[in-house]
């Protein structure tokens, strides 16, 4: 039985309405709203069954942190929210994952009863060491129903389109991606075709570029 949840978010506003769902489902809340290390002392007295994070929490990171309450208490259930779908565009793999998250969109916290599945799926899942996945929602916003161009795009392009709105310049992602930085040029030029993106008078390619992947992604990058 769950009866408490560590929530780490960096938006107070979130953290008080996903606190104020669950006490609503009779669990215990800690929030933890500004964390720049990992602070087991409050946490291990605490001694939540679940965590709800973030993946863009503070410096560390959301699957950083997550990977340090593991450290500290193996079947812990985690629940991460994110903005998208296509966790590649926030600078992650789903490889990457801890075993047993469950990953809900944004939209979704506002649906009690989506978090109350998260939360036990979560526990669920970290006790049989499955696979991360997504909690099915009934909302618009499901991860099936989910409908972007970006669906269009490699991985490939998905990587470079994050390191382009991220503000590297086409020589800085030649050597992140370890490639030439005229191979650079062609993925962007594919990637603005696909989306349908093109310069303007007022505004470039590129601008205008980093301003589509802020809109989908959801929120910008650190």
Known sequence: MITKALVASNSPFESLLVAANFKSLGI????????????????????????????????????????????WKPAIGLVFVSDTPIVQLLGFAEKEFPHGAQLILRDSVTDIFVLQDALHSSVDAALNRDKMSWVKTRTSTNVEAW?????????????????????????????VREVSEKSVEHIIGRIAVALNVTSSTRINQRVKLAREYFRIAGAPLD
Do not use: M
């Open 28 to 71: 215990e809340v800690l929030r933890i709203n500004n964390a720049t290390s990992f602070d087991l002392s409050e946490i291990s007295t605490f001694n939540p069954d679940v965590a709800y994070i973030s993946l863009g929490f503070n410096t560390l990171g959301g699957i950083a942190y997550a990977d340090h309450l593991r450290l």
């Open 147 to 175: 409908n972007t161009s970006f669906s269009v795009l490699s991985s490939t392009q998905i990587e470079t389109f994050r390191l382009l709105a991220q503000g590297l310049s086409n020589l800085e992602i030649s050597r």
